[in-house]
């Protein structure tokens, strides 16, 4: 399952390496924050055709949220932007500006999020005559993040409950973590320090390399995540409590 855009950029990352010269667009930045109003709410992205063909783009965004299971579900085609132009044509080499402007609420309760969706149509722009037998027609495609981002937000993240659980038929400790804020955090550098008592002295403390699956992941605002990890052998028997420690941003 797929919940970031570091995965789609690694993945991305990998192909060029294994077939360099094979990406069909660049499309940047690939994360931006909007302001709600005013001068921050409007944008400007940058696509290139780095093939030596004319090919077709199309940009669009999309609202998104993440399920406690990790599972990324992203909406219908958001009209509260406006993006021009949402299709473009591009000669070999062509650079176009693509301008994004939020056009929704100036006061969201806190920070929503988006994806950016810059992808390749799988369209014979040149009309070159038709060939016999079947092809493989390659298009590409880029995710990206936007937030809409009220004065202010900031997030709040909460460890909620920590238990030995099974996951996938195999031992493993059920982390829920939620975010309580008003803007996003990615849980970079996490560790999670267990005791057997609430507010009592951690007798175990995982650190980001014992957090498979969890480390990095992205908390949206007002989020719940479910995560399972490898199971420590020193847990203490009984009730865990726990709270998670991340570095400053």
Same mark, same amino acid.
């Given at each position: 399952?797929?919940?970031?855009?570091?995965?789609?950029?690694? &993945?991305? &990352?990998?192909?060029?390496?294994?077939? $360099?010269?094979?990406?069909?667009?660049?499309?940047?930045?690939?994360?931006? /924050?909007? &302001?709600?109003?005013?001068?921050?709410?409007?944008?400007?992205?940058?696509?290139?055709?780095? +093939?030596? /063909?004319?090919?077709?783009?199309?940009?669009?965004?999309? $609202?998104?949220?993440?399920?406690?299971?990790?599972?990324?579900?992203?909406?219908?085609?958001?009209?509260?932007? *406006?993006?021009?132009?949402?299709?473009?044509?591009?000669?070999?080499?062509?650079?176009?500006?693509?301008? *994004?402007?939020?056009?929704?609420?100036?006061? $969201?309760?806190?920070?929503?999020?988006?994806?950016?969706?810059?992808?390749?149509?799988?369209?014979?722009?040149?009309?070159?005559?038709?060939?016999?037998? =079947?092809?493989?027609?390659?298009?590409?495609?880029?995710?990206?993040?936007? #937030?809409?981002?009220?004065?202010?937000?900031?997030?709040?993240?909460? %460890?909620?409950?920590?238990?030995? &659980?099974?996951?996938?038929?195999?031992?493993? %400790?059920? @982390? +829920?973590?939620?975010?309580?804020?008003?803007?996003?955090?990615?849980?970079?550098?996490?560790?999670?320090? @267990?005791?057997?008592?609430?507010?009592?002295?951690?007798?175990?403390?995982?650190?980001?390399?014992?957090?498979? =699956? !969890?480390?990095?992941?992205? !908390?949206?605002?007002?989020?719940?995540?479910?995560? #399972? *990890?490898?199971?420590?052998?020193?847990? $203490?028997?009984?009730?865990? #409590?726990?709270?998670?420690?991340?570095?400053?941003?």
């Amino acid at each position: 399952m797929r919940s970031s855009t570091t995965r789609i950029l690694t &993945a991305l &990352a990998l192909a060029l390496l294994a077939a $360099p010269g094979l990406l069909g667009f660049s499309f940047e930045p690939i994360t931006q /924050d909007f &302001a709600p109003s005013g001068e921050g709410a409007n944008h400007v992205f940058r696509v290139v055709n780095t +093939t030596a /063909d004319r090919i077709a783009v199309r940009v669009s965004v999309r $609202p998104r949220r993440i399920e406690p299971n990790g599972e990324e579900i992203q909406g219908k085609e958001s009209d509260e932007f *406006v993006v021009y132009p949402r299709q473009m044509l591009l000669d070999p080499g062509e650079r176009r500006s693509v301008r *994004v402007a939020w056009r929704g609420t100036d006061s $969201p309760e806190r920070e929503l999020s988006f994806r950016i969706i810059a992808e390749q149509l799988p369209v014979n722009v040149d009309e070159a005559p038709a060939t016999q037998g =079947g092809g493989i027609v390659l298009t590409y495609r880029y995710e990206g993040s936007l #937030y809409v981002v009220p004065p202010g937000a900031s997030p709040q993240i909460q %460890l909620e409950t920590v238990e030995s &659980a099974f996951f996938n038929g195999q031992p493993a %400790l059920g @982390i +829920t973590v939620r975010n309580d804020g008003t803007r996003h955090r990615l849980l970079s550098n996490a560790r999670v320090e @267990i005791s057997s008592q609430p507010g009592g002295d951690p007798v175990v403390t995982l650190g980001p390399e014992a957090l498979p =699956g !969890m480390n990095g992941e992205n !908390m949206l605002a007002g989020s719940t995540r479910d995560f #399972y *990890v490898p199971l420590p052998a020193e847990l $203490p028997d009984g009730s865990l #409590y726990g709270r998670i420690v991340l570095d400053e941003e």
